[in-house]
């Protein structure tokens, strides 16, 4: 958890090792999932993620591949 001012910021990270597909043994891969729940502002709704979550998601998984 980080605060700065009166924003406080949470981050989970989840990790799973799988095995590597077939045709592709030394290579790996990343899903970034973001999740941007009510709690983070009222502009925010429950369910499945809204195009920001999924604008963020993209970009952080662009960050990792490029």
Avoid: W
Avoid at 29 to 37: A, I, M
């Amino acid at each position: 958890m980080v605060r700065l001012g009166g924003t406080t910021v949470v981050c989970g990270v989840k990790a799973e090792v799988c095995e590597p597909a077939i045709d592709t043994p030394n290579k790996g891969y990343l899903v970034p999932n973001v999740e941007l729940s009510p709690l983070c502002s009222p502009k925010f709704k429950q369910g499945p993620p809204g195009e920001k979550a999924q604008v963020v998601s993209q970009f952080i998984h662009q960050l990792f591949t490029k």
